[in-house]
């Protein structure tokens, strides 16, 4: 069973750099055809695609978030990490991470998504 | 980028059949065969109903249905059920550059 779970600040100052972990379990980012995205959502608003990170460390970034995004991997501990330099209050938003296997038989779409984690960036 | 444009809310009464539209370019949605369609409960996470344009996971009912013509792609509810109620969001790669661009996302009651 492939399960996925986002962890990080609740709250973040303007200017700083918000650090969110994905923590999975159930498949292996050392897999071919396996990816972590990360999504988000600001209250009341439309899902927003941020980045992917493959099986074989290849990174895709959203065009208009590419200077701030930054994702990385840690194989051993089965996480991914996305950090987003110089938060402002439209940052706020609920962010996911979610699983993508484009693999024979794979979906080719984020089948399995974390519950998400809240993100408020005030002073 | 620009996001896929689809209605803001669509309604039916049970036991109806409704679609939602996802209008995308040539770019997007006319050029992949890889629209994928959302369900999103108030407060969850969402769930994925469709892939590759109109493939259905394991699980998902037989209910929901997915289509494509052109740079459009179309979600069918069949026999609309109260549980249906919820938003819904279209998701499609876009190629090299953009990648992945999701809808504007749609509110679906259910009368």
């Known amino acids: 069973q492939i399960t996925l779970k986002e962890s990080g600040p609740t709250l973040v100052k303007p200017t700083q750099t918000l650090t969110l972990t994905c923590s999975f379990s159930?498949?292996?980012?050392?897999?071919?055809?396996?990816?972590v995205g990360w999504i988000r959502q600001p209250p009341g608003k439309a899902l927003e695609w941020l980045a992917l990170?493959?099986?074989?460390?290849?990174?895709n970034y959203s065009p208009s978030l590419k200077s701030r995004l930054a994702i990385t991997e840690d194989t051993s501990k089965n996480q991914v990490v996305l950090t987003l330099t110089n938060v402002g209050p439209v940052d706020t938003a609920t962010y996911f991470c979610?699983?993508?296997?484009?693999?024979?038989?794979?979906?080719?779409?984020?089948?399995?998504w974390g519950p998400g984690t809240m993100v408020t960036v005030s002073s | 980028q620009s996001a896929l444009t689809q209605p803001a809310s669509v309604s039916g009464s049970p036991g109806q059949s409704i679609t939602i539209s996802c209008t995308g370019s040539?770019?997007?949605?006319?050029?992949?065969?890889?629209v994928s369609w959302f369900q999103q409960h108030p407060g969850k996470a969402p769930k994925l109903l469709i892939y590759?344009?109109?493939g259905r996971p394991s699980g998902v009912s037989s209910r929901f249905s997915g289509s494509k013509s052109g740079n459009t792609a179309s979600l069918t509810i069949s026999g609309l059920q109260p549980e249906d109620e919820a938003d819904y969001y279209c998701?499609?790669?876009?190629?090299?550059?953009?990648?992945?661009?999701f809808g504007t996302g749609t509110k679906v009651t259910v009368l």
């Open positions: 979610a699983h993508l296997y484009g693999g024979y038989g794979g979906a080719n779409a984020f089948d399995v």
């Open positions: 159930g498949f292996s980012l050392s897999t071919s055809g396996v990816a």
């Open positions: 990170i493959y099986w074989d460390d290849d990174k």
């Open positions: 040539s770019s997007d949605v006319g050029s992949y065969v890889l």
């Open positions: 590759e344009d109109s």
């Open positions: 998701c499609s790669y876009a190629g090299d550059i953009t990648f992945y661009v």
